[in-house]
């Protein structure tokens, strides 16, 4: 069979070539513009880039940038030995091109490593092709392209190991060669201190092999002698500092699991080159030339990949590892078109598919990952950059600290090594946490990749504490949180809530009653009139289908009227039919009895309105547009009860829709709005949109105290996407035209229910724990100075849950009713599943529910929670929507003095739930 298919060998051959050149050239592509963009953008790629600016800028000072004291500031440790920052320091004299430098430095790094390689494997074979294919094949190589492009230690390192290792190979006999030779293998070690392993493990072996021990000894005693000369050299110029920077503070905790999820994405990136190397592992004994050199230098690199599990840990661990696979895989192919000329055919076809699979993985992981993202912030770190120059030092920063360096500003701390020494019990963290309490830094800011908590890493549980009980967040730019001192801090409002006794409720329950047929519906509220406790009316948004996945299914709003205390309703459409969706309604009374209706139409929050002579009847006329700058919280509608004006709080776009802010607007007659008022707390609006680096403000709720004292409380946390988060108030004396600092309030296990009445501030919020969590109500009396709080839950166990907010209304006596879930039976969503859930898109609840209600007459203690719903309520019943369950983030209840009215959704007749309510006389 074979010699039939000779005469076509040839032409397979040129084909296969043809194809894998085709390949190689789209992978210097890739690699070239790759570099480029990383070359030319003007912030911080990785977190190590800018401490090496920073050494450079202190070593053209002449200063040692080895102190043997950490005890006192800056805080700084240079992990590596000096070469690559004095490479570095001729270009420090402008500090915003030192990036640019440093990374082009890189980038020539791994070119000239990738033409030794080749120069490797040429002198082992005398095949060009399969030296051009080795280089290509190392530029190809993801991780490899991300590290050329950053200005980081490595490819230096690496291009001085690759060019010793080709001296020796090239000229084993020469005298000239080898001191050549291992000079530049010191000066590998002399840049990353690991590259003391591989590449002279390899040229010892190579040396031995060809030459014999004696020459292979003197290699050792070259490289060995040397390095400890320089080593003894610098410890005296450091005063001993340099032992403890590059050894002592690179001692960090090591994770096993970490090397495999690792080394998988090496097999998964690479897996041909993988089992080429093994192949001429196993069979290349004897038969390939320059064997020993390969595999002795596939053992170090791997050994050396092996402490990639050390904590703060990246692909630069992988560097030799990926020069080492590449060697032997232009040594394969060298070898098989030698003395296999159809194995090389297949080689060549493998190679073809391996660097398509190495390019698809550099689009995937860098490319349209971590590329665009650093480049999308471009815009965001450059107003941070100049908001930054305002700012007097010292400022602490992690990720970005090349705002820093790029303006000439040294460092003060570099967090994650300092973290790590404190943790390894190096460096005593108290002055610095002393000086966190003291609020000596103006601005502290860190950055979050979500969904890993890489800021636990670089900062110690000591100083997150200190900054949190001493620092408010107010800013969040390109994923990095900014901090301000707490100027004027009244420290916790809410303590842990107390645990009264419940008393027996007496209560007369009415019959429940559906208000409408539909049963693909979420989030139902209520609103009663204090005009005629008689009139309710209940807003909700509908759809056309229980599984609803737009566009095939719409979603309008809902308004029903009830004139008989509830027992019937009659519905209504209150906005005129958008082009897209009309949702998350709001619905409240002034005083004369007119009633408000507010929605989003089409992106715009929309209002209509109507007085109680024409039964609450809306007309297109008088339909208005409020504001096009929502966000993310749906917009709620609230009524000042003594004067009547309308207050409409949410999240709004500001600074041309780059942030949005917990805010508010006013109107006295539904037409005519104030200007926006805002807390002081700016959240990038792609930094939750597209990057879910940060948690948008939610549950953007007012409250009215006594004259003009108004507050507004919201849930957010710095954390993104995390559980629990921090629940925030803002207080204002002139009526919420201004607002004060916010302030933390406490922190909650969902989202928070507020209400107000005489005066007095309530918020419904859940703390305790994920597992037993209680629900709470903290109540002021003071306009938020300080807070009283109880358990509201009686025995009644509750779930995580971060939707299906507890219910609240007080009535004019003083009466606190509450509505609440809580799970029918054991559930299995945690923490963990639901952030699962999150990530894969898919928050199917499958839990079951019951809903109860409570009351207290004095808010020191609640009533045992009466159990209203006959039959529990089925999760998965709740309409769903793009992979979510939405049962509406919040239950409702309106209370006057002799009756409460909660609402919920229940199972219906149909698929889904209906809105059912009753009347509860207490």
């Known amino acids: 069979m074979t010699e039939k298919l000779t005469p076509i060998q040839p032409y397979v051959t040129l084909a296969a070539r043809l194809l894998l050149q085709f390949f190689l050239v789209v992978a210097v592509i890739i690699f070239a513009a790759y570099a480029f963009s990383g070359i030319k953008y003007p912030f911080s790629l990785d977190y190590g880039e800018a401490p090496l600016v920073d050494q450079a800028i202190r070593l053209s000072q002449g200063q040692n940038i080895y102190p043997a004291d950490l005890s006192v500031p800056p805080y700084t440790v240079a992990n590596y030995p000096p070469l690559y920052v004095l490479a570095l320091t001729p270009f420090v004299g402008d500090p915003a091109a030192a990036f640019t430098a440093g990374r082009i430095i890189s980038v020539v790094a791994a070119v000239l490593t990738a033409v030794f390689l080749a120069l490797i494997i040429h002198t082992l074979s005398k095949n060009w092709f399969a030296a051009l294919v080795t280089g290509i094949i190392f530029l190809a190589v993801p991780f490899v392209v991300y590290w050329a492009s950053l200005l980081r230690i490595d490819l230096l390192a690496l291009l001085f190991s690759m060019a010793g290792l080709w001296l020796l190979v090239r000229w084993p006999v020469s005298r000239w060669a080898l001191i050549g030779g291992g000079l530049l293998l010191v000066a590998a070690i002399y840049t990353r201190q690991s590259y003391a392993l591989a590449a002279p493990l390899a040229a010892f072996v190579w040396l031995w092999t060809q030459q014999g021990r004696r020459r292979a000894l003197e290699l050792a005693a070259l490289v060995t002698g040397v390095s400890l000369l320089l080593f003894l050299l610098l410890m005296l110029l450091t005063g001993g500092g340099f032992f403890l920077h590059i050894i002592r503070a690179n001692v960090n905790p090591f994770h096993w699991k970490t090397v495999g999820n690792w080394l998988l994405q090496v097999g998964d990136t690479m897996p041909l080159l993988v089992l080429g190397a093994l192949l001429v592992t196993i069979f290349g004994y004897k038969r390939l030339p320059g064997w020993p050199l390969l595999v002795a230098y596939l053992l170090g690199s791997f050994l050396s990949a092996l402490t990639i599990g050390k904590v703060g840990s990246n692909a630069n661990y992988l560097l030799e590892l990926s020069a080492a696979l590449s060697l032997l895989a232009g040594a394969l192919l060298a070898w098989r078109q030698v003395n296999a000329p159809w194995q090389y055919v297949v080689a060549l076809f493998l190679c073809t598919l391996q660097v398509g699979w190495l390019m698809r993985g550099t689009m995937d992981r860098y490319v349209d990952g971590d590329l665009t993202l650093r480049r999308g912030d471009t815009e965001m770190l450059l107003a941070l950059e100049a908001q930054l120059k305002d700012v007097a030092d010292p400022i602490l920063v992690d990720e970005y600290m090349g705002l820093l360096t790029r303006n000439g500003r040294s460092l003060y701390l570099q967090p994650f090594e300092m973290t790590q020494l404190a943790n390894a019990g190096v460096w005593d963290q108290t002055p610095l946490l002393e000086d966190l309490k003291a609020q000596t830094f103006p601005l502290v800011l860190i950055h979050h990749f979500s969904p890993f908590p890489v800021y636990r890493e670089r900062w110690t549980p000591e ?243 006594e004259g003009q004292d108004v507050a507004m409380v919201w849930t957010w946390d710095a954390a993104p996407w995390t559980w629990p988060r921090d629940v925030w108030l803002a207080t204002s004396s002139d009526g919420g035209r201004n607002f004060d600092p916010p302030q933390q309030l406490t922190e909650t296990w969902g989202p928070i229910t507020a209400g107000s009445e005489n005066g007095r501030y309530y918020v419904l919020y859940r703390t305790g724990s994920e597992t037993s969590p209680t629900l709470a109500l903290a109540t002021s009396a003071d306009s938020g100075a300080s807070w009283d709080n109880v358990a509201v839950n009686g025995d009644v166990a509750l779930g995580f849950s971060v939707d299906k907010a507890a219910g609240l209304d007080i009535a004019p006596d003083g009466t606190v009713d509450v509505v609440f879930y809580a799970p029918a039976e054991p559930c299995d969503l945690t923490l963990a599943s639901w952030g699962e859930q999150l990530a894969n898109g898919n928050l199917i609840d499958h839990c079951r529910y019951d809903v109860y209600y409570t009351y207290s007459k004095d808010d020191s203690r609640f009533s045992q929670p009466v159990h209203l719903n006959e039959t529990a309520i089925e999760g998965e019943r709740f309409l769903q929507g793009g992979g979510f369950s939405q049962p509406g983030s919040h239950l409702s209840l309106v209370a006057t003095n002799a009756a409460a009215y909660p609402i919920w959704l229940d199972n219906g007749t149909g698929q889904g739930v209906q809105a059912v309510t009753v009347r509860i006389e207490r």
């Open 463 to 705: 100083m997150l504490a200190t900054l949190d009980a001493n620092y408010r967040p107010v800013q969040t730019m390109a994923g990095t949180v900014l901090y301000q001192p707490r100027e004027g801090w009244r420290g916790m409002a809410v303590n842990e809530p107390t645990a009264n006794p419940t008393f027996v409720p007496e209560v007369a329950l009415g019959e429940q009653t559906a208000v409408t047929d539909a049963a693909a519906i979420t989030l139902p509220q209520l609103a009663i009139s204090p005009a005629n406790p008689d009139h309710l009316a209940m807003i909700t948004t509908v759809a056309t289908d229980h599984l609803c996945d737009p566009p095939d299914c719409q979603l309008d709003l809902l308004l029903a009227i009830s004139t008989d205390g509830g027992v019937t309703w009659a519905e209504q459409r209150p906005f005129t039919s958008g082009r897209g969706f009309t949702l998350q309604g709001s619905v409240a009374f002034t005083p004369d009895g007119t009633l408000h209706v507010l929605g989003i139409r089409d992106g715009v929050v929309t209002m209509n309105s109507a007085p109680a002579e024409t039964a609450y009847k809306m007309t297109v006329t008088s339909q208005s547009e409020v504001t096009r700058g929502q966000v993310a919280a749906p917009p709620r509608l609230q009524t000042q009860p003594q004067t009547g004006e309308l207050y409409l709080s949410y999240d709004s776009q500001l600074d041309s829709r780059t942030y949005t802010t917990p805010s508010l607007l006013r109107s006295r007659n539904g037409q005519r709005w104030s200007s926006i008022s805002r807390a002081d707390l700016r959240i990038s609006i792609a930094d939750f949109q597209t990057s879910f680096r940060a948690t948008p403000p939610d549950d953007v709720q007012m409250m009215f105290g």
